[in-house]
């Protein structure tokens, strides 16, 4: 710092020797102040960034290393591409939707059998529209939204008729307000759901595919993507962790969803993903949006 010709005149005498010095510590303790409210401001926004990246990373590393799911023979798998027959560019492959166990499932079930339908897994459509395995003559997939214990009524009717299918389970947390899901632990709120030693029986079975249905269950094209992404993830992590195997089925809640929802399904490692629109018909090249009906009424 220069000091004026006035200024250098002033400390040569004793009270501007003082002045002076008030000058310099002021000036100083500005900086200080200046500095801090800088790294302040910016420590929230570096914080975030680093947990951004903590989040990716560890998502990125925990995928690569995941346990390959054991549902599906190697055999069935094609090396070449299977030519699937398709009517106006879509797959007839009916997957059906329910929550609570229908009074007349077992009746649902007989149909299915009458028809001449093969149930298989969640992740069977997958290979199955991508060309990747040969399906059955008349596939169809059964799933079950929510994880409600009240399912296990429907687990003894599909170990009767020997048939698979997927359960789409809800974890539950801090935003449902711990009323929903397999961590439920309100219970004066919410329903009656399955617990992870019943889902571990079930997907030990040999009969049920598990896939995810969100953290907290909630309607995800409302969220931002930082808070979908936690829905999305985090669900597929806990599962993963809990199960030991690969978690690659993914369903919206409510059905709903947008374009950065799909885009985030598909970075977490799903490789599909379910809505509650209904048709029969599925789109191969629309496997982040294949559609469920909620009877087997019309199936022929």
């Not at 000036?27 to 200046?34: K, S």
């Not at 798998?77 to 299977?82: E, K, Q, Y």
């Not at 617990?195 to 896939?211: H, R």
């Amino acid at each position: 710092m220069k000091l004026s010709k006035d200024a250098k005149s002033l400390v040569k005498k004793p009270l501007g020797k003082v002045y002076y010095r008030l000058f310099i510590a002021l000036a100083f303790i500005v900086a200080i102040i200046v500095l801090g409210s800088e790294l302040y401001l910016a420590e929230p926004m570096v914080a975030a960034e680093l947990q951004k990246q903590k989040i990716k990373n560890l998502s990125s590393n925990y995928y690569k290393s995941s346990t390959p799911p054991v549902i599906i023979s190697p055999s069935a798998i094609v090396a070449t591409p299977i030519e699937i027959k398709k009517i106006n560019g879509t797959v007839h492959l009916p997957i059906l939707l329910y929550h609570k166990t229908p009074a007349n499932f077992d009746f649902q079930m007989k149909h299915l059998v009458d028809a001449g339908y093969t149930p298989v897994f969640m992740q069977e459509v997958y290979m199955i529209l991508t060309g990747k395995m040969a399906g059955p003559a008349k596939p169809v997939a059964i799933t079950f939204d929510d994880g409600f214990s009240d399912q296990l009524q429907a687990t003894e009717i599909l170990k009767k008729y020997n048939f698979k299918s997927t359960f789409y389970v809800l974890i539950g947390g801090e935003l449902s307000g711990w009323c929903v899901g397999v961590e439920r632990n309100v219970t004066t709120c919410g329903d009656s759901y399955l617990n992870w030693a019943q889902i571990k029986t079930l997907q030990g079975s040999g009969l049920i595919e598990v896939g995810s249905h969100t953290v907290d269950h909630l309607q995800l094209a409302s969220l931002n993507e930082a808070a979908q992404r936690f829905q999305i993830f985090e669900s597929k992590r806990i599962l993963e962790q809990n199960l030991g195997v690969s978690v690659l089925s993914f369903c919206y809640p409510y059905g709903n969803f947008n374009t950065i929802t799909e885009l985030l399904a598909k970075e977490a490692g799903y490789n599909n993903a379910t809505t509650t629109v209904g048709s029969e018909y599925q789109n191969p090249n629309l496997l982040f949006r294949l559609n469920r009906i909620r009877d087997t009424k019309d199936l022929r």
